[in-house]
Each structure stands twice: as structure tokens, then as C-alpha cells.
């Protein structure tokens, strides 16, 4: 029963530093997105993708690119870690079509220094 | 740009009586509205929604209201119970299946 899994819940990176934020859903859902939680701004879309090979931007694109290789898997990479980067990420997993609700992973508490 | 609001950050209220979360939009196109639960260090969870075709959707003690002319939604609890304590985001749907939060309200109730 593992839903929308995220790894790694926690990680500290050095500026300039790569990393890729790794989710994985198994509950065979087209729509995927990445969020990030800061204090006062709610959850702010990055990506999404609304099946495999297509992804899009939202309202916070810069600094991150997506893939979407499958239908399980959405990463998230962090090209070039920036301080504006330290953040708590959500992924979530949907159904593409109808009234439906988002389901979101554990989230992954990312610190660049 | 942010096109869903929720102006109060935070509402405390006695265990028993009625919390309002209010929730603000700008963009007319959203069809879809849900409200979501979060606890620390964990995901949101989801609580309740509505179509754009309804008015009230109710759920036990959970209810949202919808006032499409207004674009304006709120959430209803009766009776409030201490582990009701959590953060609660608005979320809206737009065209893309994309959905758009509100900064959230930390809702308290005392015992």
C-alpha cells in the first residue's frame, strides 16, 4: 500500500552542488507534479506531466528540469543548488481526468548551504 | 501572481464549536476545489472537495461551500476536535489538471 513514495526525506547540499529528487507512485496515475512548501507561500507547482514523455512548467520552473520516462517515475533534478532552493518538495499523483483528488508523498526536506 | 488566497494564517477555536476556513480565487476557469490536511513533516492529506457545478458538498463533520459569483469557498467543522489541530490548505484545479494552493491556515483547537 505505498502510494506516492519520495526519497530521500532529507538532504543537505552545498551550493552549486546536483542532486535529483527521486518519486515513485504505483497506483498507475497519468497526472504527476513536484511542489515545494515554503513558510507563508503554500505549496507552489514546479513541474507536471500529464503522462510519459510530456511534461510541463508551473509556477516556479527556474532551476529545476523533470522527465517522465514512465508512468511510475517523475524526478526531480536540481541542477545547480541555490539558498532559494532550501525548501520542503512534494511530488503527487493523480488520475488525468475527472473530479478527482492529488495524492502527495512524505516530502523531502532539502537544505543547499 | 497568486491566484488562490487564504488571508487568515492562522484561527484557534474551542474544542466543540465551529472553525471557518476561508479560501479566495481569482481565476474563473478553476472547476474543482479541494481542501487539504496537512500535519508536520508529513504530506497533505486530502480532506474534502467540490465541483464548480455545486454548491455545498458535506462530508460527516466536514463542509465546503462554494459562492462562484463571489469566488469565494470555505470550510466548515462541527464540532471542532483537538486532533483537527493541522494546517489546512485550499486548492483549486485549472485546465491542465494542475492544481494551485493558498498559503494555508494553521487551525488550533483547545480542549
Known amino acids: 500500500n505505498a502510494g506516492v513514495t519520495q526519497t530521500p526525506k532529507f538532504q543537505v547540499l552545498k551550493t552549486g552542488q546536483s542532486m535529483t529528487l527521486q518519486c515513485a507512485q504505483d497506483?498507475?496515475?497519468?497526472?504527476m507534479s513536484w511542489y515545494r512548501q515554503d513558510p507563508g507561500m503554500g505549496l507552489r507547482l514546479i513541474h507536471y506531466?500529464?503522462?510519459?514523455?510530456?511534461?510541463d512548467q508551473g509556477e516556479v520552473p527556474n532551476g529545476y528540469n523533470v522527465s517522465r520516462s514512465t508512468t511510475e517515475d517523475f524526478p526531480l533534478r536540481l541542477l545547480s543548488a541555490a539558498p532559494s532552493q532550501t525548501s520542503v518538495y512534494f511530488c503527487?499523483?493523480?488520475?488525468?481526468?475527472?473530479?478527482?483528488?492529488?495524492?502527495f508523498g512524505q516530502g523531502t526536506r532539502l537544505t543547499v548551504v | 501572481d497568486q491566484q488562490v488566497k487564504q488571508n487568515s494564517p492562522s484561527l484557534s477555536v474551542q474544542e466543540g464549536r465551529i472553525s471557518i476556513l476561508n479560501c479566495d480565487y481569482t481565476?474563473?476557469?478553476?472547476?474543482?476545489f479541494l481542501w487539504y490536511k496537512k500535519y508536520p513533516a508529513e504530506g497533505p492529506t486530502f480532506l474534502i472537495s467540490?465541483?464548480?457545478?455545486?454548491d455545498k458538498n458535506e462530508d460527516g463533520r466536514f463542509t465546503v461551500f462554494l459562492n462562484k459569483s463571489a469566488k469565494h469557498l470555505s470550510l466548515h467543522i462541527v464540532p471542532s476536535q483537538p486532533g483537527d489541530s493541522a494546517v489546512y490548505f485550499c486548492?483549486?484545479?485549472?485546465?491542465?489538471?494542475?492544481?494551485?494552493f493558498g498559503a494555508g491556515t494553521r487551525l488550533t483547537v483547545k480542549p
Open positions: 503527487a499523483s493523480s488520475r488525468r481526468t475527472g473530479f478527482t483528488e492529488a495524492f
Open positions: 497506483m498507475n496515475h497519468e497526472y
Open positions: 506531466s500529464v503522462g510519459a514523455g510530456i511534461t
Open positions: 481565476n474563473s476557469m478553476f472547476d474543482y
Open positions: 467540490i465541483s464548480s457545478i455545486k
Open positions: 486548492a483549486a484545479r485549472g485546465n491542465n489538471n494542475d492544481m494551485r
